[in-house]
């Protein structure tokens, strides 16, 4: 208590104090420890940008990386490209807080509570000062919450209010409270006119020394070391606490007495920010030095800075009077441009002793204290500046100057001085490209001195470099010229142009590098070296396997630890030997790869932890002591999910109960209308700004990854049915991925794809298929029956035709038979007509003669004549008789008349052989006198012998007897 004592003693004012606490600061602070490194990245938030009102009060980041923002029209939420407003029934938002059960506990006029996520992740406000009694409802407004365990504390002016997750409880006070503050897991609240003092449950507890504030309102408590505090006022300066009070110096050389302090945190790296109400943002370490000041001049929008949270990139956020930003203090990067004084693109860059010498295409800077003047007489565009012996010697548009305090002294006024080189074996001669060729310098008595302009090479030379005496000259377009000079240098006497002929992929962006004394070639297709004994340039496998073949380097410059920067087309970075292996570190650069200068690119080493490279603004600043691993990986989120078809339907807003975001979320099952969804989702990876990208993959519908992209946001419509799972993961520009998330989800078959369906058509299909086969099977037997009955008809036809075929070929071979039998007959009737004849004939003769026999016989006398003609006789009468002829005649009879003869005797056995002869004869249609011939009978025995067969075949009277024997 004795310090404390001491300082009451000596001041009971305000104003005393005031000035005590600058007459003990230590001005030896006040420098800045890295004057020459830039500003830091900063992005702005304009009231226009978030959609909501110009004051922010405080700002919290919930355990997925978003910033949520107290706003004068709400709760904002930003998740790295999307702002939301939380209105929170129309009142200024003052205070929030993140709570370990997921719940953002929020403070506003008049009103207290929390937001909370529905079933749909979409957050509703639930007040709890709505819920209390109207004898304690009578506050303001809620300015700080704090959190202590699993109980909430919300602080007003009146009195402070105790959540324990179901009932409020306040902590009444006599007077006016202050701000309150939380310290080391407990809470502090001024209480206006008596000081600091400790909150308990039961009251508030005053602690030592703490009516030091009775007077002087704190901005903030802070930890400086153990047991020891650090605490803000807003309008005294600041204090260490330890029991005992003493100043914290605070230099004059930044810190002015008028400035007020709004707002203070520690930072990780153990800086501490101070956030002011009229001059911005100030950085001090943990002694009071200065090493950032950042306002409007620096690129705020406002001086005025009312609360400063740092998130989980190390980032600080600026809850102003006009807006918020993001301030990236830890980065490796930052920037000199035109807000510290330098005007125009970065060119080229030399650090000599305390200062530093700027080129841009406005003329060479001074840099000194964070400003850079201009020096008066280089106005327009620098190509180079060289430390030669002590002398900064600057190459200019205009020609070669010296630069001697802020002043420019010409050497030379050949235009387009780009560089000097030494000449390696004449250490007093330096050549000089030019737009048109190379001069010759000297130095002598201490000054460098322009000679002459050499003749035999008029090409411009901007990039060259010397290999022994052999100096390499590379042009934009034409190759590169290996140049030979005389003894005293007034002539180039050998220049052989190098190009595509000479192994070099084409003739353009071939340039010359020295890296550790090594002459490096590079061109618009990878690294080169030259072969002095086959004179050819080839392939540097070393460095193209680094980069891969086709890169287009655009400058090299190496340290004193051997990483060899470099730019390429598209991109920066360091070569670095780990292992005895080279590595490309380029993943930090890519923050400031769309920045640098790529007219004349160039990057300079001003020492091993400070290195610049020209920007298309000044110049960027690189420290590789900041370049530190990143131990925040980046996370991808959810902001909302759709499913829309005959309905639009909200599945998911973006947060979800409890702490932390699952990795997978389950939809449930969709309709097959239902089958369209939209999928919106964001990365808070605040250094990456728009910059994160994104792919996207739905598993049953894309066989792979998509390619990374700036959206955020992807489309699926008329998705079939089957079960699907939605995944993204995000990447940051430093190229570090995120574990994807997913949201699985079922698209149930239309009705009629349904299983019912499908039973009720393969029952359908089935009953179908039996009733089918079965019309089928009867149509098939029809048809077959029909076909059969055709087939049996056609082929009785065919049998038809081929039986009236066969009946009409029989009856043709029958026709033909009977023809051949009827001509056969006829041959056997002529020839047994022809027979009958001749028997008519012979037995005529016969007769005749019998007769003219008997005649003589009666009339011859003469007896054994007589008894010759009686033998004679009687032989004719044999003949007559025809026993053999008759037996000869049957028989041919039979075979013309179909057994004619036999059948007769078989059916009519009484006829006499007499009978027979006389029938076949009437069969033969004989007449009555042929017959009588051949039987020798007369005319009226042929009618007797009529009668008798007449009788005996028993025919009637009306029956004709030669009609009955033909018949026969």
């Not at 004059?252 to 009229?278: C, D, H, M, P, V």
């Amino acid at each position: 208590m004795g310090i404390i004592s001491k300082v009451i003693v000596r001041s009971r004012t305000k104003g005393f104090w005031f000035l005590s606490l600058f007459l003990i600061t230590l001005t030896a602070f006040g420098q800045q420890s890295n004057d020459y490194k830039g500003l830091p990245f900063i992005a702005n938030y304009e009231p226009a940008t978030y959609e909501a009102g110009i004051q922010n009060w405080d700002i919290i980041q919930d355990d997925v990386g978003r910033i949520y923002i107290a706003n004068n029209l709400g709760l904002l939420e930003f998740d790295g490209k999307f702002w939301k407003r939380y209105g929170l029934n129309n009142t200024k938002v003052r205070s929030a807080f993140w709570g370990k059960d997921g719940r953002i506990y929020v403070g506003s006029q008049a009103d207290f509570g929390f937001l909370s996520s529905d079933e749909t992740g979409t957050l509703k406000y639930t007040s709890l000062a709505d819920s209390l009694p109207s004898s304690i409802r009578d506050f303001d407004e809620t300015w700080k919450i704090f959190g202590q365990n699993n109980v909430v504390y919300f602080c007003t002016f009146k009195r402070i209010y105790v959540y324990d997750g179901e009932t409020v409880e306040p902590i009444n006070s006599d007077k006016r409270l202050d701000i309150s503050f939380q310290i080391d897991n407990q809470i502090y609240t001024q209480i206006t006119g008596d000081g600091l003092f400790l909150v308990t449950l039961q009251g508030f507890k005053p602690i030592p020394n703490g009516d030091f504030f009775k007077e002087i309102r704190i901005s903030n408590i802070l930890p400086y070391d153990h047991d020891k505090w650090l605490i803000t006022t807003f309008s005294n300066g600041a204090f260490l606490y330890d029991g005992d009070i003493t100043p914290f110096p605070l230099s004059s050389e930044f810190w002015k007495n008028e400035y007020l302090i709004n707002y203070s945190i520690r930072l990780r790296n153990g800086g501490i920010a101070i956030g002011t109400q009229n001059a911005g943002l100030f950085v001090i370490d943990k002694d009071g030095n200065l090493i950032s000041h950042i306002d409007k001049g620096a690129g705020l929008r406002d001086f005025t800075i009312n609360f400063i949270y740092e998130d989980s990139q190390m980032g600080l956020w600026l809850a102003m009077n006009n807006g918020v930003a993001r301030v990236d203090l830890v980065s490796p990067f930052s920037v000199i441009d035109d807000r510290m004084g330098l005007a125009g693109s970065g060119y080229a860059a030399l650090k000599k002793d305390d200062l530093y010498y700027l080129g841009t295409n406005n003329g060479l800077f001074i840099w000194q204290n964070g400003k850079a003047k201009l020096v008066s007489g280089t106005e327009g565009q620098v190509y180079s500046i060289q430390n030669i012996r002590g002398k900064v010697v600057l190459g200019h548009n205009n020609g070669t100057f010296l630069i001697e305090g802020e002043s420019a002294l010409p050497l030379s006024s050949e235009q387009g001085a780009w560089i000097l080189k030494a000449i390696p074996d004449h250490p007093e001669y330096f050549i000089q490209g030019t737009y048109s060729g190379l001069s010759l310098f000297k130095w002598q008595n201490g000054e460098l001195v322009y000679v002459h302009k050499i003749r035999g090479f008029d090409e411009s030379s901007r990039v060259m470099e010397f290999d022994g005496n052999i100096l390499w000259v590379a042009h934009g377009y034409k190759g590169v010229f290996r140049v030979k000079f005389n003894p005293d240098f007034s002539e180039v006497v050998e220049s052989d142009l190098y190009n595509s002929a000479d192994g070099f992929p084409n003739d353009v962006l071939i340039n010359v590098h020295r890296v550790a004394n090594q002459m490096i070639f590079t061109a618009n297709g990878g690294f080169y070296r030259y072969d002095s004994e086959k004179n050819y340039f080839f392939p540097w496998d070393e460095f193209n396997d680094l980069f891969g073949y086709g890169t287009v380097i655009a400058d090299l410059e190496s340290d004193e630890l051997g990483n060899i920067y470099f730019i390429e087309q598209s991109q920066l970075g360091i070569i670095k030997t780990e292992n005895n292996r080279q590595k490309l570190h380029t993943k930090a650069f890519n923050k400031v790869n769309r920045l640098w200068n790529d007219d004349l690119a160039n990057i300079t080493v001003l020492d091993n932890q400070n290195i610049l490279i020209g920007g298309k603004q000044g110049f960027i600043h690189y420290d590789p002591q900041k370049d530190l691993p990143r131990e925040d990986r980046p996370r991808v989120l959810f902001r909302e999910i759709l499913n829309h078809g005959r309905a639009l339907n909200l599945l998911f807003s973006g947060h979800q109960a409890g702490v932390g975001f699952p990795s997978i979320l389950s939809g449930g099952e969709f309709s097959y209308a239902q089958n369209s969804f939209v999928f919106e989702f964001s990365s808070p990876h605040f250094e990456s700004g728009d910059q994160v990208q994104f792919q996207v993959m739905l598993e049953n519908y894309d066989a792979n990854w998509s390619p990374w992209s700036l959206d955020s946001r992807k489309e699926y419509t008329g998705l079939r049915e089957g079960k699907y799972n939605f995944q993204v993961r995000s990447k940051t520009i430093f190229g570090e991925v995120s574990e994807p998330i997913s949201f699985v989800f079922t698209v149930k078959p239309p009705i009629y794809r349904s299983f019912a369906a499908y039973l009720f058509y393969a029952i359908t299909v089935g009953v179908g298929l039996y009733l089918g086969f079965n019309w089928l099977d009867k149509r098939h037997k029809a048809q077959t029956k029909r076909l059969e009955n055709e087939k049996n008809k056609a082929i009785q036809r065919k049998n038809d035709e081929i039986e009236n075929l066969t009946i009409r070929s029989e009856e043709e071979i029958m026709q033909l038979k009977n023809a051949k039998l009827q001509a056969e007959i006829t041959f056997k009737n002529q020839e047994l007509t022809s027979s009958a004849m001749h028997l008519i004939q012979k037995n005529k003769l016969l007769h005749d003669i019998k007769i003219s026999l008997k005649n003589l016989t009666e009339e011859e006398k003469n007896r054994q004549l007589t008894a010759q003609l009686n033998r004679l006789i009687k032989s004719i009468d044999k003949d007559l008789d025809g026993g053999e002829e008759w037996s000869r005649f049957s028989e041919n009879f039979d075979q013309v008349h179909g057994n004619f003869i036999t059948r007769l005797k078989e059916k009519y056995p009484e006829l006499t052989p007499q009978e027979i002869r006389f029938s076949a004869y009437l069969r033969m249609n004989l007449n009555t006198k042929e017959i009588a011939n051949l039987l020798g009978i007369s005319v009226r025995g042929v009618e007797i012998g009529r009668y008798r067969v007449r009788k005996k075949l028993g025919l009637s009277r009306q029956e004709n007897l030669s009609d009955f024997l033909l018949r026969f």
